[in-house]
């Protein structure tokens, strides 16, 4: 059977006999009757949407929209929306980096397109600005009850609404990323996503569970609860509003807007029902993260490493189709995420779980996963002496290890995982 996962740029064509094949998984993707334009012109039709308008008339709005590493239809969505702040006396587009590198040619082809939809929306007087954790002038609004001293952009102060852009996902850490996500950490400074990011390394930090969930039994996530906290400190009684999507490989399957809790727990049940799975973990498991931008790097892949591992048992294998043309990530996240997992496994749990550091949450959950398997074999542009020396296999031929698995056990079962940072597994019990 021909198996075509998506690796960078390119794909990768595996063949496996469909015998061996336990469950080939992709995300939620829904006809191409219905474009973009219209999920979106659909979902700004509603009461909230009219609510919306007369909310922002003469007011000072703040946009916040995704960055450059997500891969969204932003053009698409634009162009509608817009249309909404043309009785505002200024709106300020904001594009939320958290602590991701502001000047990018992703970012600034946003910028460029955000430019021209609201030059053609009517939109008189806006301006465009692109978060910068390091060099930006921030406002310190207190600290959470987890002690995070949340020190946020001062462009944003000037605000009297906020409108949240967010396209809604599975996240390993804080649960989803949600509009929440847009403020802290998008718009704050380093040192407050490092106070923040230090509750990744609790258990209880993980995909699916948030505390504007409808499940009561998923409410509880340390750096989802700090996150809201963090925003609510933010934007004390101003409203928010948000604009969700659920999009794969640039299609959008839903669209909701509306007040932002409200709009934001209907968004996590769709994910929930569409892009999360119940799975009998197998001795073998192949994970794309889905191509570009998701494997752009080492640092940004292996969230789909991490949404997926539920789906191996102890002991078994991942081959892991990761192209990473920009290496193993941003030149700053270098010593805290790539230079410790380096280290012998059970130094880097050790000493992270001692001593935080932002992007060490990391390397730590990266020693988790390495140490209850055999191998984790990695397919990608990455020099193989840098694969190695992070306790990774080095994959020359994709099929080659699928051959040997096979040969090795010709009654095994393997996972198949397309697009996995879009999806959440959990084991069968």
Not at 140 to 148: E, H, K, L, V
Not at 390 to 395: N, R, S, V
Request: aromatic share 8%; proline share 4%.
């Amino acid at each position: 059977m021909d198996v075509i996962l998506k690796y960078g740029n390119e794909q990768v064509n595996l063949q496996i006999p469909k015998s061996n094949i336990e469950r080939i998984i992709r995300p939620w993707q829904e006809s191409a009757d219905t474009d973009n334009e219209t999920v979106i012109r659909q979902a700004l039709t509603n009461s909230d949407a009219e609510n919306f308008k007369q909310k922002v008339q003469r007011k000072r709005i703040c946009v916040l929209t995704d960055d450059g590493t997500r891969n969204e239809p932003f053009e698409d969505t634009f162009g509608e929306l817009f249309k909404l702040l043309r009785t505002c006396s200024s709106v300020q587009f904001l594009i939320c980096t958290g602590t991701h590198d502001a000047d990018t040619d992703e970012n600034n082809s946003i910028k460029t397109q955000i430019e021209i939809a609201a030059r053609k929306a009517g939109i008189a007087n806006f301006q465009i600005s692109t978060h910068d954790c390091d060099t930006d002038r921030f406002i310190n609004a207190g600290c959470t009850s987890r002690d995070t001293e949340v020190l946020y952009n001062e462009i944003a102060e000037t605000a009297d609404l906020f409108l949240v852009l967010s396209d809604l996902k599975v996240h390993y850490f804080s649960g989803y990323s949600n509009p929440i996500k847009n403020l802290l950490p998008g718009i704050c400074a380093f040192k407050t996503t490092e106070q923040n990011h230090s509750l990744a390394l609790d258990e209880n930090s993980t995909f699916g569970r948030h505390p504007w969930h409808l499940d009561k039994n998923r409410t509880t996530n340390p750096v989802a609860e700090d996150q809201l906290e963090g925003m609510r400190l933010i934007v004390k009684d101003r409203p928010v509003f948000a604009l969700i999507t659920i999009t794969t490989s640039g299609k959008i399957n839903w669209a909701g807007f509306g007040p932002v809790q409200n709009v934001t727990a209907k968004a996590f049940n769709i994910a929930d029902e569409k892009n999360t799975h119940t799975v009998k973990p197998t001795d073998k498991l192949i994970i794309s993260p889905g191509g570009l931008p998701n494997d752009i790097s080492l640092y940004i892949a292996q969230r789909a490493l991490e949404l997926s591992k539920n789906a191996v048992n102890d002991g078994g294998e991942i081959l892991f189709l990761a192209a990473c043309p920009d290496g193993v990530g941003e030149k700053k996240t270098i010593e805290n995420f790539y230079n410790r997992l380096t280290a012998p496994i059970d130094e880097v749990l050790e000493s992270i779980s001692g001593d935080y550091k932002l992007f060490s949450h990391k390397p730590y959950k990266f020693a988790q996963l390495i140490k209850r398997l055999r191998r984790i074999w990695m397919y990608s542009q990455i020099p193989a002496d840098i694969i190695e020396a992070a306790h990774l296999f080095p994959a020359e031929d994709p099929q080659k290890v699928v051959d040997d698995w096979l040969a090795e056990n010709p009654e095994t079962k393997i996972t198949i995982v397309e697009g996995a940072n879009k999806i959440a597994l959990y084991a069968k019990a």
